[in-house]
């Protein structure tokens, strides 16, 4: 039985990571309402702006699914507004009324924005643990970690700061590897999906 993977679409970068999904061996979907949440084993949060996609899980009505369907144990990946999200909690977390809201997936704290805005986005290679070889890593207005729980793993930083983490089965990336052509992160999350990793 293939896995079913959902993708959150209210807004970022859905496509690319239906993509990676399907090419990392996953049953792929969009996830917009309660109901396709409830019909996957899995779901990714993509990148995109963290506050809108605050904004629209209330518009959607699916905050309080998500969080429930996470505190029970359901796999989750975030890339960038995705990882801001899956945290308990957020630095810098927009204005009020219209912040970036916790879903508390991972245990971490994580700054929005912290590597600057859209003119200092870069890419480069970073050290990834549990892949075989450097992770091509591109940052867009990116997060990162501040802090993390002692159940938290580190899989990678860059320069001082860490821009990946796992806690059981749900992974976050501050970077996007839906963007490079390289499916390592992916084929990893559907692997934790599958029990396999």
């Known amino acids: 039985m293939s896995l079913r993977v959902g993708v959150l679409a209210l ?6 990571h239906l993509a990676a999904l399907r090419e ?3 049953e792929a979907s969009t996830v917009r309402r309660a109901s396709e949440l409830d019909a ?27 969080r429930t369907r996470l505190a029970d144990g359901m796999p989750a990946y975030g890339s960038c507004a995705g990882m801001i ?33 859209q ?6 290679d970073i050290d990834f643990h549990g892949l075989d070889g450097p992770a091509h890593a591109v940052f867009i207005r990116a997060p990162w970690v501040e802090r993390v729980g002692p159940d938290v ?6 320069g001082d700061h860490i ?3 796992r806690q059981r089965r ?22 934790v999906v599958a029990h396999r990793a």
């Open 11 to 16: 807004q970022g970068d859905t496509r690319e």
């Open 85 to 117: 999200l899956l945290a308990t909690e957020i630095l810098d977390a927009g204005a009020e009324g219209r912040e970036a809201v916790p879903l508390g997936g991972i245990d971490m704290t994580v700054r929005r924005n912290a590597f600057g805005r």
């Open 40 to 66: 996957v084993d899995a779901l990714v949060i993509p990148g995109g702006e963290s506050t809108t996609m605050s904004h629209l899980l209330r518009e959607f009505e699916l905050l309080e699914p998500l």
């Open 24 to 26: 990392a061996g996953a």
């Open 170 to 191: 749900v992974l976050a990336t501050a970077f996007h590897p839906e963007m490079t052509g390289d499916r390592r992160v992916h084929k990893l999350f559907v692997d």
């Open 163 to 165: 821009v990946a983490v």
């Open 119 to 124: 003119v200092d986005s870069f890419e480069g």
């Open 153 to 158: 793993q580190v899989l990678a930083r860059a």
